[in-house]
């Protein structure tokens, strides 16, 4: 089993919906959660931290269960610009942990 | 600020060919590390070093070596290039206190073929 686990889409969507994506963990004791963006053929940039009572920024919502080992990532009113590939990252035993990412496609 | 500069962006070499991929950083952070990506994967570390002198494998380190004698500076060799070692290469840093929540910072990459 991979320590973290993406659906790898990808994921078509038309401009102006909500989409989410969902990450699995395997180690409970992972300390830091977040989530990543990167555009084709670029590096990935942080996009936000993933905290336990959930966080929003703008349109992106983070929310963490840690019971579950599960990290979601909600983008409302999505834009042509939000088509990227988003990458789980779990920091555990003082590594980053990283997703093999979900690839979204937003479509006018 | 530069940030991380990785040269060179693209290179092919030949099976058995060594060659050492550049990564510098200007904003004095004491963390650095290499990363392979591969389709389908996550990216995987190779090596990272906490500072200037100190360096320690990841989970990939096999064909690879790195030092660290200043803290800008964070070559990777690779040895003897082989097929396998075909991927992009992520050169990335952080601040030494406060572990990944400040975020990474990474390079733009190494697009390495190995024929």
């Known amino acids: 089993r991979k320590e973290v686990e993406q659906d790898p889409g990808p994921f078509n969507v038309p401009e102006g919906a909500t989409v989410a994506f969902n990450c699995t963990y395997s180690n409970s004791a992972s300390q830091s959660f977040f989530w990543y963006r990167q555009d084709c053929r670029k590096e990935p940039k942080l996009l936000m931290s993933?905290?336990?009572?959930?966080n929003e920024d703008g349109r992106f919502t983070a929310q963490l269960n840690r019971a579950s080992q599960y990290i979601s990532l909600l983008i409302r009113d999505s834009k042509l610009s939000d088509s990227a590939t988003y990458l789980c990252v779990v920091y555990s035993n003082y590594q980053l942990i990283w997703g093999a990412g979900t690839k979204l496609i937003i479509k006018p | 600020n530069a940030g991380v500069t990785q040269t060179p962006k693209f290179q092919v070499l030949k099976t058995g060919q060594s060659m050492t991929l550049q990564c510098a950083q200007d904003?004095?952070?004491?963390?650095m590390s290499w990363y392979r990506q591969d389709p389908g994967m996550g990216l995987r570390l190779i090596h990272y070093?906490?500072?200037?002198?100190?360096?320690d494998q990841g989970e990939v380190p096999n064909g690879y070596n790195v030092s660290r004698s200043t803290t800008e500076d964070f070559p990777l060799r690779l040895l003897s290039a082989a097929p396998s070692q075909t991927s992009v290469y992520f050169c990335?840093?952080?601040?030494?206190?406060?572990?990944?929540?400040?975020?990474?910072?990474f390079g733009s990459g190494t697009r390495l073929t190995v024929v």
């Open positions: 990335a840093s952080r601040p030494g206190t406060g572990g990944a929540s400040y975020g990474y910072t």
């Open positions: 070093s906490v500072g200037a002198g100190i360096t």
């Open positions: 904003m004095n952070h004491e963390y």
């Open positions: 993933v905290y336990s009572s959930g």
